[in-house]
Nanobody
Framework: QVQLVESGGGLVQPGGSLRLSCTAS????????IGWFRQAPREDREGVSC????????YYDNAVKGRFTISRDKAKNTVYLQMEGLRPEDTAVYYC???????????????????WGQGTQVTVSS
């Protein structure tokens, strides 16, 4: 499976913005659907957003719809998650994963997916 690397997290005040990046180590992401997931302390990992392999279809969890935007840059082999209007409840470690299952606002990793990276910490606090 493709090994992905997340970056761009940080500490931001409520209402602030961050842009997360997901790149592949030694692999081409062309035609690879990518999903963003997050896991808050003591919570299960949850799907946030995903984008199809060609960037034509995007999906969002209801909790982030209208605030987060997923996109991909083929030339940079990178998938982005632009996060606006951040809230304390967005605080989590954010991960990206290849070939997620995306149906409407339901975003899940493939069963048995194990290629999780280190993730990037997003903390929203005043």
């Amino acid at each position: 499976q493709v090994q992905l690397v997340e970056s761009g997290g940080g500490l931001v005040q409520p209402g602030g913005s961050l842009r997360l990046s997901c790149t592949a180590s030694g692999s081409n992401l062309d035609d690879v659907a990518i999903g963003w997931f997050r896991q808050a302390p003591r919570e299960d990992r949850e799907g946030v957003s995903c984008i199809d392999g060609r960037g034509r279809r995007t999906y969002y969890d209801n909790a982030v719809k209208g605030r987060f935007t997923i996109s991909r840059d083929k030339a940079k082999n990178t998938v982005y998650l632009q996060m606006e209007g951040l809230r304390p409840e967005d605080t989590a470690v954010y991960y990206c994963a290849a070939e997620p299952i995306c149906m409407g606002s339901r975003i899940q990793p493939q069963p048995g997916y194990r290629s999780w990276g280190q993730g990037t910490q997003v903390t929203v606090s005043s």
